[in-house]
């Protein structure tokens, strides 16, 4: 069967990250949150207290749908990837050094900060996504200078305990998700371009298999998966950081849909949203993003805007499940 190519060519919102990641749509107030990973100086202009120059920041976004206001909340570390609360106030979150929660007014309280000490200063938690009975999966970036591996951690709010469900060693783990009945959790190595499937049962991983290899299904070198999003059909639509698209790898590993942005390099995580659940939400990177070329931002001049897809329902997604914590 041939692809079905798709293209948007203007972004949605001119948000202007660094390292846009992690989209998380609220239907209860119909907005969606998402993260700016990479470091932003912050500067003269807007902090006066001369310690706090030298200091970073990092941003999570909310961005009311139907009004296109957009707010954000400042920290001092990454927030890598979001959840909703399913009782309480606010987001969840993974972070750098682990799990916590955003409590609003740019406070975030950990859970668990479960990286051995050596580790902290050379690596950080990435994408994530909670189960169905809210417990937390979210992943590490390796370091090749000092081996440290990339490894998958879960947190169950029901005990307050974390612990490595995949040893790895992966390299950048990245997008991840579960099919529609919950029997197969879907994982990303990102920088070996390749999506693993595990059985999936309470909580519990097992018969690790690889389901997507990228390159040997011709997708170009020098692109990479990166964060993902199911349908209701188990279709996995796959960012592509440095291709310009999202793939869409049906329920077999085939591609089926491609879609493309002629106008952003780095297309970085989406997720489904809107009253039917019919519309992927795509964020996106600076073409000079984490050691990036710069330069290509004239020939990709929207990388690090928002842009939107509207499928028109022929494509649903599944709602996200909710952190019970």
Not at 156 to 173: K, L
């Amino acid at each position: 069967m041939p692809r079905r190519i798709i293209t948007i060519d203007q972004p949605w919102i001119q948000t202007n990250c660094t390292l846009g990641e992690g989209p998380l749509y609220d239907p209860k107030v119909n907005k969606l949150h998402f993260v700016d990973i990479a470091e932003k100086r912050v500067g003269i202009q807007v902090m006066k207290r001369v310690d706090l120059l030298r200091r970073y920041t990092f941003q999570v976004y909310h961005l009311d749908i139907d009004t296109l206001h957009l707010s954000y909340e400042q920290f001092t570390e990454p927030v890598t990837c979001l959840a909703l609360r399913r009782d309480g106030p606010g987001l969840a979150c993974a972070a750098a050094q682990g799990f916590g929660l955003i409590e609003g007014d740019s406070t975030l309280r950990y859970l668990s900060k479960p990286l051995p000490p050596g580790y902290v200063p050379y690596t950080r938690f990435n994408d994530g996504a909670c189960d169905s009975k809210g417990q937390f999966f979210a992943g590490t970036l390796y370091s090749a200078e000092r081996e440290i591996p990339g490894q998958l951690y879960k947190y169950d709010p029901a005990n307050e305990r974390c612990v490595i469900v995949d040893e790895g060693p992966f390299t950048d783990s990245n997008g991840l998700g579960w099919s529609p009945d919950e029997s197969t959790f879907y994982f990303t190595d990102s920088l070996v371009n390749k999506i693993y499937a595990y059985d999936y049962k309470d909580g519990n991983l097992s018969n690790r298999r690889l389901f997507i290899d990228a390159l040997s299904l011709g997708l170009p070198e020098r692109t990479y998966c990166d964060g993902l999003c199911i349908d209701d059909e188990g279709g996995l639509w796959s960012a592509r950081w440095g291709g310009s698209r999202i793939i869409r790898f049906n329920r077999e590993g085939a591609i089926d849909i491609e879609i493309i942005f002629p106008t952003a390099l780095n297309i970085t995580a989406c997720c489904f949203g809107g009253p039917n659940n019919d519309k992927l939400f795509v964020t996106t990177a600076h073409c000079g993003a984490i050691g990036g070329d710069a330069s290509k931002q004239t020939q990709y001049p929207d990388s690090g805007h928002l842009f939107v897809v509207d499928l028109g329902g022929e494509y649903r997604g599944r709602r996200q499940y909710d952190f019970a914590g």
